[in-house]
């Protein structure tokens, strides 16, 4: 899982110097071959070999944001969601035009880590950023798991007005009420769930765990048969049914399904309550057809790559997204792509060198703030320095400077007027997804 690690830690040094130097035209020509390479690997679902095509075009493109996110992406296929986290913070550092994409896969890399406090912090900036229907989605079964049923509610409801035809919402939604104990209203939702996802077993087993509670034990039998039809495996479901087959008075069948819901527990050394939000071993493995589909995925980036110019920061590239199908990639609502919007696109780079305010105001700024990042581009960037301001309550500036010819663009983090607070500040950072974050000093920019 750690096979890069070094190599990794060795790229977060070299992104933070404002001084590294950028790669040669034959460089970045040679990443963008290894790229390709490996997203045609990806189309294949040859993930480890793709991983060390996007290795190769990041050796000789350490700058290469695009690299890392696709590295990422396959790390999470091969669920190795700790080197996912450090390729996608890499490439928040590296690039804004990718930083709400890489929010929102960090975001999910953390789910499957079940760091879920970490992961809606990193889901809220991408909704802040692009208010998309599989962002809600993800927050809302994050805050399922931490059992903030209000909240998830409320994420569900805004992705299925998003997107009506999302049933996987329908799904969670109707599991969310079902800890509400809105009986009535999670099983219409669990209906449309079992209708048009029919090989969920979820859908079957939170049916069956309503009708139970609705005293209708022979359908929420007919309903365990079907989960456990679909996940053998899946403990809760015994349990569940030997409750049903109780009150029916079959108890020798009761019986036999308690022993079999303890074997499965002993053999996976997870117990199993009627509390307990399950996931299919399929769902754990790779998430919902909705929370990731790289073989799309993937095609889309071999798509646009090919048609890309020697300049890996092309703008006008569409980024990965998180729908299962060409119609839903064809509608606006339904992508998360780090590319220019109308409202959105900013003025930083024109401005001259200064510190500015997020509405691109001169800064006569003394004291000192918090480095995040540096930026060699503006795409992005001011809904990213939005998005910091609304997450750590504190203003966000960008210091525009040129460094051996090149602009750059760095992401300031608060202002203080003595060093202690701002020193606090940047440990809490370096704690939160910025283990490079540095002090500076306002007067000496």
């Known amino acids: 899982m750690h096979r890069f690690l070094l190599f990794v830690s060795f790229a977060f040094l070299i992104i933070n110097f404002s001084f590294a130097q950028p790669p040669s035209i034959e460089n970045m020509n040679k990443a963008r071959e290894h790229f390709n390479s490996g997203v045609k690997k990806g189309i294949s679902g040859e993930f ?123 799904l969670y939604r109707g599991i969310n009420l079902y800890y509400l104990e809105d009986f009535e209203e999670a099983m219409h939702d669990l209906e449309l769930a079992k209708k048009h996802l029919p090989g969920n077993a979820e859908a079957h087993y939170y049916s069956g765990l309503v009708r139970l509670k609705i005293r209708n034990s022979y359908v929420a039998i007919e ?24 009150n029916t008075g079959n108890v020798r069948a009761a019986e036999q399904d308690r022993q079999q819901a303890i074997s499965l527990q002993q053999a996976t050394t997870q117990p199993a309550v009627a509390s307990r939000q399950p996931e299919t071993a399929q769902q754990r493995q790779a998430g919902t057809s909705t929370e990731i ?37 064809q509608s606006g609502a339904d992508n998360l792509k780090p590319q220019h919007r109308p409202g ?66 760095k992401l300031i983090i608060g202002q203080f007027d003595t060093r202690n607070p701002a020193e606090a500040f940047r440990d809490s950072l370096r704690n939160d997804n910025f283990p490079d974050s540095f002090l500076v000093v306002f007067e000496n920019l």
């Open 293 to 329: 589909n790289f073989a799309e995925l993937f095609s889309s980036s071999n798509r646009e790559a090919q048609e890309a110019d020697s300049d890996e920061h092309k703008r006008d590239e569409p980024m990965p997204n998180q729908v299962t199908d060409k119609a839903q990639q």
């Open 48 to 170: 480890k070999d793709a991983i060390k095509d996007f290795n190769n075009a990041i050796e000789l493109n350490p700058m290469f944001a695009e690299a890392f996110l696709y590295k990422g992406l396959a790390e999470i296929e091969l669920n190795n969601y700790d080197s996912a986290v450090r390729d996608f913070t890499i490439t928040i550092e590296l690039d804004p035009a990718f930083s709400d994409q890489a929010h929102y896969f960090r975001g999910l890399a953390k789910y499957f880590l079940e760091q879920y406090a970490a992961a809606i912090d990193d889901l809220s900036i991408a909704i802040r950023m692009n208010p998309d229907f599989v962002a809600f989605y993800q927050r809302g079964k994050a805050n399922l798991k931490l059992k903030e049923y209000r909240r998830s509610l409320q994420d569900f409801d805004i992705a299925l007005r998003l997107k009506e035809d999302f049933f996987e919402g329908y």
């Open 223 to 246: 309903d365990l048969d079907r989960a456990i039809e679909l996940d053998p495996k899946l403990s809760q479901a015994y349990e569940a049914r030997a409750s049903a087959r109780q």
């Open 344 to 409: 959105r696109v900013n003025d930083f780079s024109q401005l001259e060198s200064g510190t500015y305010s997020q509405d691109f105001q001169k800064m006569p700024l003394r004291g000192f703030g918090v480095q995040v990042a540096s930026y060699s581009n503006t795409d992005n960037l001011s809904s990213l320095a939005q998005a910091y301001a609304d997450k750590y309550a504190k203003p966000v500036y960008i210091n525009v400077s040129n460094v051996n010819g090149r602009t750059l663009y």
